[in-house]
């Protein structure tokens, strides 16, 4: 992993820094790499909900495109209440399909047809001709009046808006209370008198209007209408306004991620459906006169009378659509016939016609869960729905939106804009899977640079230790060799007398003896660290066992000056354990030497060393002292190799570190356990060894 030569040049510091360069190597590429993914499995989602933002906006489209070529498809005398039935020599008139009630036929949200002359005349299939009874049509006269409301309705908001000419009607069937229900007389115009100021110009500028604006990029910040044709707002018209698309605010990230899309949406051609959608051409059989005799079918008392049929050509436009002020959508044509012009089109309820074309296609769709849907009429909103709930206005100001997709409805509804916004996408389920990965990648990274880290301060700790333990080791070596030749000259030379001579050797057996630890020590570590312990294990007496402990370490014990106390607990006694006597005696010698060395300044100088029996049924043996004791922050780690509580600049003691690891390892290697206990005064070393089955335990 490291090699000594880098340990030895390497600081804390410098380690850090190294393994937080390769932490950052490491960590940015990753990092990156998993910002790119989410960036992209966020725009996929973009894409997908765009997709769908567009599938939907293509049946809306679709639903409301046959609706209008149902319409288109009318001819010119389908907006009379009777029209010819099949061939014009049959000399039979029925009901047009627009004269049913309630009105059934057309575009969601319809509330009538109407008609409109070149002089401003208002006539509606609803009605019957100003000359025919109800009877003979077979309307009685409850339907007759609610069919007179509705006509009067339709007119009521076409003279609001100044599509047809206002003029109090005098009808000589018609009563006194309808008459009193009458349209109420635009502003300015006094009831009695005929207002002759109109023109059909006005349904030209509304078409233009809506072409203009088709033609224009969509959402370009124009709004409807102009000074002319603002009118005052009457009674009923709907003021309150959501405001404009412009307001949507867009997030910068969005904004350039799909300006490329919306530069194609901006140059997407209207007026090709404007060519497509051409004029056409009609011949058309009608009735020169209406009499209640020429109605066969209808009534059922009705004589053969001839009606005299003409036949005209007439040219019909594409039907053109608009927004009124009154807050009604009108659907309307210009037809050519006989040199004159007429005006036929359909009112739309507009509240109406954006629920249930629009709104709710939206809210059953699963886009609605995600996004909000603005309807705008050129780039004023007039409906915001929300699968999120709340209102457009409020969610304008409180965040930013970001475009999702929008669109113009096809001609002739290509003035109505479907814009649809998100807030924050759901991400998918491959962000899902991503999430854990970078998670599972997070943890992996801080816990192998935290692994790694550790592993690194340990091999510099161990280096340090090692080297630390050879400076031990040479100058725990040299004292007792020193001492030893010292001696030994003396004793060659003759310089001692008889009662020298004899201390002289105990001096030379004593260090020897501490070298032979050393050395017995320097090769049970070697032998440790290669994993190749050699034991011999055994069951022994715990009785025998202490009297050879005893036998070991009395002289040893005394020599330095300490009394030796010996416990034994009789009832382990005659108890066995397993173990390498030889190996377990050294562990023995290394807590007494270790309990020597720690308390040469105490003041009861004793070294208890005993056996007992434990609660959990093991065997204790302890080796206590009564010096200073262990620091509680100390325990655990002075039975790590070559840890020393000291520094090697300043301590008092000799040793090289590593006889309580020895200690630690050969218990472990016997099966045993090693701990220590503080007492007051001093520390207690405790070995706990389980007990050989074969062996019993004396009661007592």
């Known amino acids: 992993m490291l090699n000594g030569a880098f340990l030895k040049r390497s600081s804390v510091g410098r380690l850090r820094l ?11 590429p990753t990092v990156v790499l998993i910002w790119q993914a989410y960036g992209q499995l966020k725009w996929e989602a973009y894409y997908q909900h765009r997709g769908m933002a567009e599938e939907l906006t293509r049946r809306i489209d679709d639903s409301l495109r046959e609706r209008i070529v149902e319409a288109e498809r009318l001819s010119f005398a389908d907006y009379s209440f009777l029209v010819l039935a099949g061939n014009p020599s049959a000399n039979f008139l029925q009901r047009s399909p627009l004269a049913a009630y309630p009105v059934e036929e057309g575009p969601p949200g319809v509330i009538g047809y109407f008609q409109v002359d070149a002089e401003g005349g208002f006539s509606t299939p609803v009605l019957p001709p100003a000359d025919a009874e109800p009877d003979s049509v077979g309307i009685d006269a409850d339907e007759y009046a609610k069919r007179r409301e509705l006509a009067d309705r339709l007119r009521s908001i076409l003279s609001d808006n100044r599509l047809v000419r206002y003029q109090e009607r005098e009808r000589g069937k018609r009563d006194a209370s309808a008459e009193a229900d009458g349209p109420v007389p635009p502003s300015g115009v006094a009831a009695e008198v005929e207002d002759t100021s109109y023109s059909q110009a006005i349904f030209d500028r509304l078409g233009k209007l809506q072409r203009d604006e088709a033609i224009s990029a969509y959402g370009a910040g124009s709004t409807r209408g102009d000074a002319a044709m603002r009118q005052p707002a009457g009674p009923g018209v709907q003021s309150d306004s959501l405001g404009t698309v412009s307001d949507l605010k867009l997030e910068p990230a969005y904004r350039r991620k799909v300006g490329e899309l919306e530069e194609s949406a901006a140059e997407r051609a209207p007026t090709a459906q404007y060519e497509t959608r051409s004029k056409r051409k009609e011949q058309i059989a009608l009735p020169e006169a209406f009499s209640s005799g020429a109605v066969r079918g209808l009534a059922a008392d009705a004589d053969d009378v001839p009606i005299r049929i003409s036949t005209f050509e007439s040219e019909i436009d594409p039907l053109e659509f608009s927004l009124l002020d009154s807050g009604h959508f009108v659907l309307f044509r210009k037809v050519w016939r006989d040199g004159r012009r007429f005006i036929q089109g359909i009112l739309i309820d507009r509240d109406v016609f954006l629920r249930d074309a629009i709104r709710n296609r939206f809210e059953g769709a699963a ?61 998918g389920p491959g962000a899902r899977v991503l999430g854990w990965v970078t998670l599972l990648l997070a943890v992996v990274f801080l816990t192998g640079f935290y692994a790694l880290y550790r592993l690194a301060m340990g091999q510099l700790r161990l280096a340090r230790q090692q080297q630390d333990f050879v400076s031990a080791v040479s100058h725990e070596l ?57 034991l011999t294990m055994r069951g022994t007496v715990v009785r025998d066992l202490m009297e050879r402990i005893e036998e070991r370490i009395s002289s040893q014990v005394q020599r330095a000056g300490f009394e030796a106390v010996f416990n034994r607990d009789e009832r382990v006694a005659d108890a066995a354990v397993t173990i390498d006597e030889d190996c377990f005696l050294q562990i023995i010698i290394n807590l007494v030497d270790n309990a020597v ?104």
């Open 597 to 700: 060395k720690f308390s040469s300044g105490a003041d009861d100088r004793r070294i208890e060393v005993g056996s007992r029996l434990a609660s959990n049924g093991q065997i204790h043996f302890t080796v206590r002292d009564f010096g200073p004791g262990v620091p509680r922050d100390q325990m655990k780690k002075i039975f790590e190799l070559f840890y020393r509580s000291e520094s090697e600049l300043t301590r008092e003691t000799v040793g090289t570190g590593i006889g309580l690891a020895i200690v630690h390892q050969l218990c472990l290697a016997m099966g045993g356990s090693v701990d220590v206990v503080n007492r007051n005064p001093g520390a207690e070393f405790v070995i706990a060894f389980p007990i050989d089955r074969k062996s019993g335990i004396q009661d007592g």
């Open 367 to 427: 886009l609605a869960a995600v996004s909000d849907l603005i309807i705008a009429y050129q780039d004023e909103v007039l409906h915001a729905a929300s699968g999120e709930g709340g209102r457009y206005a409020e969610r304008a100001n409180s965040r930013e939106r970001a475009l999702l997709y929008r669109d113009r409805l096809l001609a002739p509804l290509d003035s109505i804009g479907l814009v649809f916004s998100v807030g924050d996408l759901p991400p």
């Open 18 to 28: 190294l393994l937080s360069v390769f932490f950052l190597a490491l960590a940015v």
């Open 478 to 534: 040299k004292t007792p060799l020193t001492s030893i030749r010292m001696y030994g000259e003396m004793l060659k030379e003759g310089w001692a007398d008889e009662t020298r001579r004899q201390k002289y050797y105990e001096y030379i057996h004593d260090e020897s003896e501490r070298l032979t630890r050393l050395i017995s020590n320097v090769l049970q570590l070697a032998s440790i660290t290669r994993n190749e312990p050699n």
